[in-house]
Protein backbone atom coordinates (compact mmCIF):
# COMPACT_ATOMS: atom_id res chain seq x y z
CA UNK A 1 0.00 0.00 0.00
CA UNK A 2 0.58 3.41 -0.27
CA UNK A 3 3.06 5.00 2.39
CA UNK A 4 4.54 8.38 3.15
CA UNK A 5 6.59 8.95 5.82
CA UNK A 6 8.33 12.72 6.85
CA UNK A 7 11.01 13.97 8.73
CA UNK A 8 13.46 16.76 9.63
CA UNK A 9 10.97 18.72 11.84
CA UNK A 10 11.62 20.11 14.95
CA UNK A 11 12.55 23.71 17.03
CA UNK A 12 14.06 26.74 15.55
CA UNK A 13 15.04 30.17 16.16
CA UNK A 14 13.53 32.50 13.91
CA UNK A 15 15.65 32.86 11.30
CA UNK A 16 16.51 29.52 11.29
CA UNK A 17 16.48 26.97 8.43
CA UNK A 18 14.91 23.51 8.65
CA UNK A 19 14.91 20.49 5.55
CA UNK A 20 11.76 18.29 5.98
CA UNK A 21 12.09 14.96 4.05
CA UNK A 22 9.23 12.79 2.65
CA UNK A 23 9.76 8.88 1.94
CA UNK A 24 7.42 7.30 -0.15
CA UNK A 25 6.53 3.44 -0.55
CA UNK A 26 4.26 1.59 -2.43
CA UNK A 27 4.25 3.58 -5.79
CA UNK A 28 6.23 4.77 -8.76
CA UNK A 29 7.69 7.64 -7.08
CA UNK A 30 8.89 9.87 -10.25
CA UNK A 31 5.09 9.39 -12.09
CA UNK A 32 3.67 11.12 -9.31
CA UNK A 33 3.33 14.66 -8.33
CA UNK A 34 3.71 15.90 -4.82
CA UNK A 35 2.57 18.33 -2.40
CA UNK A 36 3.73 19.94 0.75
CA UNK A 37 1.10 21.60 3.41
CA UNK A 38 0.97 22.37 6.86
CA UNK A 39 -2.06 22.84 9.15
CA UNK A 40 -2.12 25.05 12.41
CA UNK A 41 -4.87 23.81 15.28
CA UNK A 42 -8.01 25.07 14.39
CA UNK A 43 -7.24 26.10 10.54
CA UNK A 44 -7.64 24.27 7.47
CA UNK A 45 -4.44 22.83 5.70
CA UNK A 46 -2.85 25.30 3.53
CA UNK A 47 -0.93 24.31 0.20
CA UNK A 48 3.14 25.44 0.85
CA UNK A 49 4.69 23.97 -2.45
CA UNK A 50 3.99 21.13 -5.05
CA UNK A 51 6.52 19.68 -7.41
CA UNK A 52 5.43 17.85 -10.78
CA UNK A 53 6.66 14.62 -12.09
CA UNK A 54 9.37 16.64 -14.06
CA UNK A 55 10.16 18.93 -11.52
CA UNK A 56 8.29 22.26 -12.21
CA UNK A 57 6.96 23.89 -9.19
CA UNK A 58 5.16 26.22 -7.08
CA UNK A 59 4.71 28.09 -3.89
CA UNK A 60 2.29 30.01 -1.69
CA UNK A 61 2.87 33.30 -1.93
CA UNK A 62 3.90 33.89 2.05
CA UNK A 63 6.70 31.20 1.30
CA UNK A 64 7.87 32.31 -2.39
CA UNK A 65 11.74 32.96 -2.11
CA UNK A 66 12.26 30.96 1.25
CA UNK A 67 11.32 27.62 0.70
CA UNK A 68 12.44 24.97 -1.58
CA UNK A 69 10.72 21.75 -3.40
CA UNK A 70 12.44 19.06 -4.43
CA UNK A 71 12.47 15.64 -5.32
CA UNK A 72 15.12 12.35 -5.40
CA UNK A 73 13.68 10.17 -7.09
CA UNK A 74 16.38 7.42 -6.90
CA UNK A 75 15.48 7.91 -3.08
CA UNK A 76 11.44 8.01 -3.48
CA UNK A 77 11.61 10.82 -1.33
CA UNK A 78 10.32 14.92 -1.68
CA UNK A 79 12.23 17.67 0.21
CA UNK A 80 11.01 20.98 1.47
CA UNK A 81 13.99 23.50 2.41
CA UNK A 82 12.50 26.04 4.43
CA UNK A 83 15.06 29.22 5.37
CA UNK A 84 14.47 32.47 7.47
CA UNK A 85 11.86 30.56 9.30
CA UNK A 86 9.47 33.21 11.35
CA UNK A 87 6.95 32.10 13.84
CA UNK A 88 3.99 32.06 11.12
CA UNK A 89 5.58 29.13 10.04
CA UNK A 90 5.08 26.86 12.72
CA UNK A 91 2.65 24.66 12.22
CA UNK A 92 2.62 20.42 11.50
CA UNK A 93 3.73 19.76 7.94
CA UNK A 94 2.37 16.99 5.46
CA UNK A 95 3.25 15.46 2.24
CA UNK A 96 0.48 14.33 0.01
CA UNK A 97 0.10 12.52 -3.33
CA UNK A 98 -1.00 15.42 -5.33
CA UNK A 99 -4.87 14.19 -6.41
CA UNK A 100 -4.91 11.40 -4.50
CA UNK A 101 -5.70 11.45 -0.44
CA UNK A 102 -2.14 9.72 0.53
CA UNK A 103 -1.07 11.44 3.24
CA UNK A 104 1.91 11.24 5.80
CA UNK A 105 1.69 11.39 9.43
CA UNK A 106 3.29 15.02 9.66
CA UNK A 107 5.82 16.46 11.24
CA UNK A 108 5.84 19.48 13.78
CA UNK A 109 8.05 22.24 12.86
CA UNK A 110 7.91 25.29 15.86
CA UNK A 111 9.68 28.57 15.48
CA UNK A 112 10.20 29.83 18.26
CA UNK A 113 13.35 31.97 20.52
Known amino acids: QVQLVESGGGLVQPGGSLRLSCRAS????????MDWYRQAPGKQRELVAG???????NYADSVKDRFTISRENGWNTVYLQMNSLNPEDTDVYYC???????WGQGTQVTISS
Open 96 to 102: KLKGHNY
Open 26 to 33: GIIFGRYA
Open 51 to 57: ISSGGST
